[in-house]
């Protein structure tokens, strides 16, 4: 039986949304499925919304971004989830498909009580689903989405502009902290281990100036140049977040950010001995999650559109396409919403946090474990560039 399918990306973009679409629309096509691309994430869906037929031609699948385009729309805090299922019903549409993080998802939730919906995961944070069990050893297979679609290529421009700020840092005898992604997870900080970084700070270890002043002032009479790479979300003592801005999204949450600048100035006023000029700091921001998406991320994104796709046909609704690490190797599968978003008790969802058992907090990088979660994405840690040694003589 013919099904009429409506799609919607919501909340940042990321590399991978036009890949998954273009799963979706592959497999609507070789089912004899009807894909309406509804516009500006939740949005499109409500009066003067916009939609458009979607035909797979149209996407470009190494194409960065979503050819949908994107908001930050939150129906249940705007009590427009009914408008949005009458809006759906007007168009004839069968079933939906939105693609999103775990704003858009949980939205989606709500909306799932009285229609028909199917969900792909997406965040460059890659804070949806949970960890493997607190064993002595991690069981990677456990992992509930294994990773977020657009995470991988995002992690991957961390590393990249990471090691090559080394070249600056070297000349220049500078230590510059870099400011990457993460308002609650540091997976993407985590990342930058793939760039050598000489340390590493993420939101789940509440910052340390002293601590980190001291590494700093030891790495660096070693090695005179520093690249210390931070989360966003740092947090002090307080639990608050060392910056963030007046303004909310319609989700309530504050916009984190310049957090780099802060610790930078921090350790000019713990370090004398470095000159105050040597310190400088760099924010990433939305250079992180622009672009094409590297192969892993496209290919797996490609198929977990399509198994969302199929999932319809079978009548599996409120399942998500959940990335998964297997025995074969990283491979979209099947799982109920309830399995993908854990809930508290006030029923918000519980983001996923990195795993510290990937982060070696002594000394502010990746551990072996880490390692060994990025091995399937990056593969190997590559070595680090060494600079000769000069034999250098003075006057």
Same mark, same amino acid.
């Given at each position: 039986?013919?099904?009429?399918?409506?799609?919607?990306?919501?909340?940042?973009?990321?590399?991978?949304?036009?890949?998954?679409?273009?799963?979706?629309?592959?497999?609507?096509?070789?089912?004899?499925?009807?894909?309406?691309?509804?516009?500006?994430?939740?949005?499109?869906?409500?009066?003067?919304?916009?939609?458009?037929?979607?035909?797979?031609?149209?996407?470009?699948?190494?194409?960065?971004?979503?050819?949908?385009?994107?908001?930050?729309?939150?129906?249940?805090?705007?009590?427009?989830?009914?408008?949005?299922?009458?809006?759906?019903?007007?168009?004839?549409?069968?079933?939906?498909?939105?693609? @999103?993080? $775990?704003?858009? *998802?949980?939205?989606? &939730? !709500?909306?799932?009580?009285? #229609?028909?919906?199917?969900?792909?995961?997406?965040?460059?944070?890659?804070?949806?689903?949970?960890?493997?069990?607190?064993?002595?050893?991690?069981?990677?297979?456990?992992?509930?989405?294994?990773?977020?679609?657009?995470?991988?290529?995002?992690?991957?421009?961390?590393?990249?502009?990471?090691?090559?700020?080394?070249?600056?840092?070297?000349?220049?005898?500078?230590?510059?902290?870099?400011?990457?992604?993460?308002?609650?997870?540091?997976?993407?900080?985590?990342?930058?281990?793939?760039?050598?970084?000489?340390?590493?700070?993420?939101?789940?270890?509440?910052?340390?100036?002293?601590?980190?002043?001291?590494?700093?002032?030891?790495?660096?009479?070693?090695?005179?140049?520093?690249?210390?790479?931070?989360?966003?979300?740092?947090? @002090?003592? $307080?639990?608050? *977040?060392?910056?963030? &801005? !007046?303004?909310?999204?319609? #989700?309530?949450?504050?916009?984190?950010?310049?957090?780099?600048?802060?610790?930078?100035?921090?350790?000019?006023?713990?370090?004398?001995?470095?000159?105050?000029?040597?310190?400088?700091?760099?924010?990433?921001?939305?250079?992180?999650?622009?672009?094409?998406?590297?192969?892993?991320?496209?290919?797996?994104?490609?198929?977990?559109?399509?198994?969302?796709?199929?999932?319809?046909?079978?009548?599996?609704?409120?399942?998500?396409?959940?990335?998964?690490?297997?025995?074969?190797?990283?491979?979209?599968?099947?799982?109920?919403?309830?399995?993908?978003?854990?809930?508290?008790?006030?029923?918000?969802?519980?983001?996923?946090?990195?795993?510290?058992?990937?982060?070696?907090?002594?000394?502010?990088?990746?551990?072996?474990?880490?390692?060994?979660?990025?091995?399937?994405?990056?593969?190997?840690?590559?070595?680090?560039?060494?600079?000769?040694?000069?034999?250098?003589?003075?006057?």
């Amino acid at each position: 039986m013919s099904k009429r399918i409506g799609v919607l990306t919501g909340g940042g973009d990321t590399p991978a949304l036009n890949a998954t679409l273009k799963g979706i629309a592959l497999q609507c096509e070789e089912l004899g499925f009807e894909l309406i691309g509804l516009m500006q994430g939740w949005a499109g869906v409500l009066k003067q919304g916009a939609y458009c037929h979607l035909a797979s031609e149209m996407i470009d699948e190494d194409q960065g971004g979503t050819i949908l385009q994107s908001s930050r729309t939150n129906l249940r805090a705007s009590g427009q989830i009914g408008e949005a299922i009458e809006n759906l019903k007007k168009l004839k549409i069968d079933a939906l498909i939105p693609i @999103g993080g $775990d704003d858009t *998802l949980s939205v989606g &939730s !709500e909306l799932s009580n009285d #229609f028909a919906t199917t969900f792909v995961t997406k965040t460059i944070d890659n804070d949806v689903g949970s960890n493997a069990p607190e064993d002595s050893s991690v069981n990677y297979m456990q992992l509930v989405n294994y990773f977020c679609p657009g995470f991988p290529s995002a992690a991957n421009l961390i590393a990249k502009y990471v090691r090559d700020i080394r070249t600056t840092a070297y000349s220049h005898n500078r230590i510059i902290f870099v400011e990457a992604m993460g308002r609650y997870a540091g997976w993407l900080t985590l990342a930058s281990a793939y760039g050598y970084p000489d340390l590493i700070l993420v939101p789940e270890i509440e910052y340390d100036p002293d601590s980190l002043a001291a590494c700093i002032e030891k790495k660096y009479s070693q090695v005179g140049n520093l690249v210390v790479v931070v989360s966003e979300g740092i947090t @002090g003592k $307080d639990g608050k *977040l060392l910056t963030e &801005s !007046e303004e909310l999204d319609s #989700f309530g949450h504050a916009r984190p950010g310049g957090c780099s600048e802060l610790i930078a100035q921090d350790m000019k006023e713990r370090l004398p001995s470095i000159s105050s000029s040597s310190l400088r700091h760099q924010v990433l921001a939305y250079m992180q999650r622009c672009g094409s998406p590297i192969s892993i991320d496209r290919d797996t994104a490609i198929r977990a559109g399509r198994l969302a796709v199929q999932a319809i046909k079978d009548d599996k609704i409120n399942y998500v396409a959940t990335v998964m690490r297997t025995e074969n190797g990283i491979e979209p599968q099947l799982l109920h919403l309830e399995q993908v978003l854990k809930r508290g008790d006030d029923g918000h969802v519980i983001r996923r946090s990195l795993d510290l058992r990937f982060y070696d907090a002594e000394n502010f990088q990746i551990s072996e474990a880490g390692i060994e979660y990025f091995r399937p994405i990056f593969g190997d840690l590559p070595e680090s560039f060494q600079y000769p040694d000069l034999n250098i003589q003075y006057i």
